[in-house]
């Protein structure tokens, strides 16, 4: 089958020939028919300092998918030949206290397909029968190839009660846009969505037409408060950029009592005002991946509920000019890119 792999342990991604892989009782194999390139795929391309510590060379990339099951293992119930599927990429242990409590996403022994585990950017996946995530008619392959960044939006976004609240998201990539759709969707008073990239704060709007976009590169977060008539600063803040200065402002912008969410991973050890946040009372909470199954349930629910995240795919190519699709997501103007493999 074709394969996109890491294959030498240096800048670039290669697409190879690699054997079509042999599932065990508890597997299904996935044909895949789109996949979406993420963030993770990115520094793995460039093979910056995380990808040299964390990824074995040779590693097929990728983890954004959707496909149908052409293969089941013969312990697996409840999955047919032909059901169109997604699923999530985080392989789970099922022996830690976390996991036997039900708390999927918090097992400490997490491997990532196409980080620690083949992954799915080839023409064939194996996955658990476990990880699979089946698709309703009307979730189209290219939404269901984005939906486990749709899935850290979801996951962050519904980690407070959001209803008639006043919303800060900091960081218009994919993440913090689709989380600003989620934000409105289930009542939020006020969105308001920060960048310092023009290019990226016209996408938001584009998805989300009536969040409220602020260029912090040029403008003051400070004076948008007065503007939307808030009392005091944001109800609850996400925290979608991984900036050191956003996660700064967000706390200055906060209400007291405010709640933050934070998905956005600073690089390092970053100086932060603790005393602002004590004297605020201020609560965060660190998200990773989505909650095993809960978050799918809801994300999907949401989309047959009228949620619509379908702009926020701006490029779309077929898997053999995968690296124009690289070039796009490198460039830092695009939104998701997705791939087909059909
Ligand atoms: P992205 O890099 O595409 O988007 C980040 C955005 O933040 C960019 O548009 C950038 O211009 C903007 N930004 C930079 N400085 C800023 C500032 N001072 N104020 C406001 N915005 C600023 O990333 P993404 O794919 O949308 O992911 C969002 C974040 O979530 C990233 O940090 C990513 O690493 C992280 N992430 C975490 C998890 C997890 O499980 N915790 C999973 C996926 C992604
Ligand atoms: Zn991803």
Not at 14 to 43: F, Q, R, S, Y
Not at 180 to 208: E, Y
Not at 248 to 275: C, F, H, N, Y
Not at 309 to 316: G, K, L, P, Q
């Amino acid at each position: 089958m074709k394969a996109l792999s890491k294959l030498h342990p240096r800048e670039g991604l290669w697409m190879t020939h690699a054997p079509v892989p042999e599932i065990g009782p508890d597997d299904v194999l996935i044909k895949i028919n789109k996949t979406g390139i993420c963030g993770t795929d990115i520094h793995i391309w460039n093979w910056d300092d995380w990808a040299a510590k964390t990824v074995p060379v040779p590693m097929i990339t990728g983890h954004e998918f959707a496909g149908e099951i052409v293969e089941i293992g013969r312990n697996v119930e409840g999955l047919e030949i032909g059901q169109r599927c997604s699923g999530e990429g985080h392989l789970i242990g099922k022996n830690s206290r976390q996991s036997r409590a039900g708390k999927f996403h918090l097992d400490p022994a997490t491997r990532g397909i196409g980080v620690n585990e083949q992954g799915a950017f080839a023409q064939y996946l194996k996955l658990p029968a476990f990880n699979v995530v089946p698709l309703p008619d009307e979730i189209s392959d290219d939404i269901g190839a984005i939906l486990d960044p749709l899935g850290n939006a979801v996951h962050t976004a519904l980690s407070f009660d959001l209803v008639g609240e006043d919303v800060l998201i900091t960081g218009a990539g994919p993440i913090g846009i689709m989380a600003a759709a989620v934000a409105r969707h289930v009542g939020a008073r006020h969105v308001v969505i920060t960048d310092v990239n023009p290019d990226r704060l016209t996408l938001a709007q584009n998805v989300v037409p009536d969040v409220v976009t602020v260029d912090v590169s040029r403008e003051d977060l400070g004076d948008v408060i007065p503007r939307l008539k808030m009392k005091q600063g944001f109800d609850v803040g996400l925290e979608m950029s991984g900036n050191q200065r956003a996660l700064d402002q967000m706390v200055e912008a906060m209400t007291m009592g405010g709640r933050i969410a934070m998905l956005g991973i600073p690089p390092g050890k970053s100086p932060v005002d603790w005393s602002r946040i004590v004297f605020k009372a201020i609560t965060i909470k660190g998200v990773y991946g989505r909650e095993i199954f809960e978050t799918w349930y809801k994300m999907i629910a949401m989309l047959e509920n009228g949620l619509d995240v379908s702009r926020i795919i701006t490029h779309r190519f077929a898997v053999d000019d995968f690296e124009a699709g690289f070039a796009a997501m490198r460039s830092g103007q695009s939104g998701k890119v997705v791939l087909d493999w059909t």
